[in-house]
Each structure stands twice: as structure tokens, then as C-alpha cells.
T-cell receptor, first 110, second 113 residues
Framework: TQLLEQSPQFLSIQEGENLTVYCNSSSVFSSLQWYRQEPGEGPVLLVTVVTGGEVKKLKRLTFQFGDARKDSSLHITAAQPGDTGLYLCAGVGTGNQFYFGTGTSLTVIP | ETGVTQTPRHLVMGMTNKKSLKCEQHLGHNAMYWYKQSAKKPLELMFVYSLEERVENNSVPSRFSPECPNSSHLFLHLHTLQPEDSALYLC????????????FGPGTRLTVT
């Protein structure tokens, strides 16, 4: 099993603050995806990163894939209450199998 | 409708009941998945179907029985469940089964009493 550990597990911040969520593994992944899941809904794909060192921006969200393709980070600038949700990373590993991370639950307080 | 739909959204069943969860995808995808999401645990992959053939079964108890009659529909038949089976059951689809991006339905919240 290619385990993906996310940190922190829980995060509660004030509106307007910045934050970073980490997704780490000892295994190499061919690509990595980030999803956001709101209460009572399924995860929604935010981004896919493929190349080691790749950085992608989605409005206030910045995603980075580690050089060795073992880890990734998600940085949110000026967080808003609409960013509240469970953030999941998912890596594509050996045999093109998906491995989901442990999740980070983010709460942005107005 | 678009995307991936799941019915019912909520289900309460006794341990002796038999029920089925339904998933339908309108994305023209060839692969479909069932996941179980429990509190404080990573998403657990249960079944994978590619072109209506089961390609993966992650040691799921036989009280869960999947069915994929065509590439757009996926069912999960439930019987004699245990309280620890209470969870959010998510369906997803993707273009293929080989590491493609997955698109999820809203899930069925299952409570076993």
C-alpha cells in the first residue's frame, strides 16, 4: 500500500488568513490530484499535477508537486468561508492504482 | 442530468434488510467505482469496473455485492449488514480505469441499525 499522509488533520482559521496543507508519502506517484469535499457531498476534483516540481494556480489556490513526486502541497491565500471543506490528495501509483490521503478538514471562520 | 448521480441520498436499514444503492454517470466514462468513507479513515476503494467487467475487489465482505449492467450504471446490493458498515458510500467514474481523474457522485449516507 502506498500511504499518503496529510497534515494537518484539522485546521480552523479566520477569514483572510493564509494556510498550507501537506500531502506526504515515501512512495513515488506518476500524478497527484487534489479534491475538495463539502459536507454531504462527494469530492470534487480541483487539480491534477503530473511533473515533478510543477506548480499550478487556481485563483487563490496554489498547488505544488514535489521534485521527487512523493509529496505535494496546497496553499490558500486569503481564505474565505467558501473554502471550508475536506481537502483530499490522491496519488496514482503502481499499476495506475489510486491512493487517497487521510484528509485535511478546513474550517474558515467569518 | 449531468455528472454522477446517486440514489438514495440517505438510507436507514436494519441488519436483516436487503437494499440496493444506485449510481448513474452521464459523462460517457468507461470505468466506475464504489468507495466507502468512514469518519477518520481514508477513502476505501471497494470495487472497480472497467467496461462493465469487475477489475478489482479489495477484499470486501460478501454482504456487499456490486452489479454493473452497462457502462453508465452501477449498483451496490446490500444484505445482512453490520452496524460498522454505516458510512458514506461514494460512486465515481473515470474515462478509464488506469489512473484517470475521477468524478464523484454526492454519496449515499447509510445507517445500519
Amino acid at each position: 500500500t502506498q500511504l499518503l499522509e496529510q497534515s494537518p488533520q484539522f485546521l480552523s482559521i479566520q477569514e483572510g488568513e493564509n494556510l498550507t496543507v501537506y500531502c506526504n508519502s515515501s512512495s513515488v506517484f506518476s500524478s497527484l490530484q487534489w479534491y475538495r469535499q463539502e459536507p454531504g457531498e462527494g469530492p470534487v476534483l480541483l487539480v491534477t499535477v503530473v511533473t515533478g516540481g510543477e506548480v499550478k494556480k487556481l485563483k487563490r489556490l496554489t498547488f505544488q508537486f514535489g521534485d521527487a513526486r512523493k509529496d505535494s502541497s496546497l496553499h490558500i491565500t486569503a481564505a474565505q468561508p467558501g473554502d471550508t471543506g475536506l481537502y483530499l490528495c490522491a496519488g496514482v501509483g503502481t499499476g495506475n492504482q489510486f491512493y487517497f490521503g487521510t484528509g485535511t478538514s478546513l474550517t474558515v471562520i467569518p | 442530468e449531468t455528472g454522477v448521480t446517486q440514489t438514495p441520498r440517505h438510507l436507514v436499514m436494519g441488519m436483516t434488510n436487503k437494499k440496493s444503492l444506485k449510481c448513474e454517470q452521464h459523462l460517457g466514462h468507461n470505468a466506475m467505482y464504489w468507495y466507502k468513507q468512514s469518519a477518520k479513515k481514508p477513502l476505501e476503494l471497494m470495487f472497480v469496473y472497467s467496461l462493465e467487467e469487475r477489475v478489482e475487489n479489495n477484499s470486501v465482505p460478501s454482504r456487499f455485492s456490486p452489479e454493473c449492467p452497462n457502462s453508465s450504471h452501477l449498483f451496490l446490493h446490500l444484505h445482512t449488514l453490520q452496524p460498522e458498515d454505516s458510512a458514506l458510500y461514494l460512486c465515481a467514474s473515470s474515462q478509464g480505469a488506469g489512473g484517470y481523474e475521477q468524478y464523484f457522485g454526492p454519496g449515499t449516507r447509510l445507517t445500519v441499525t
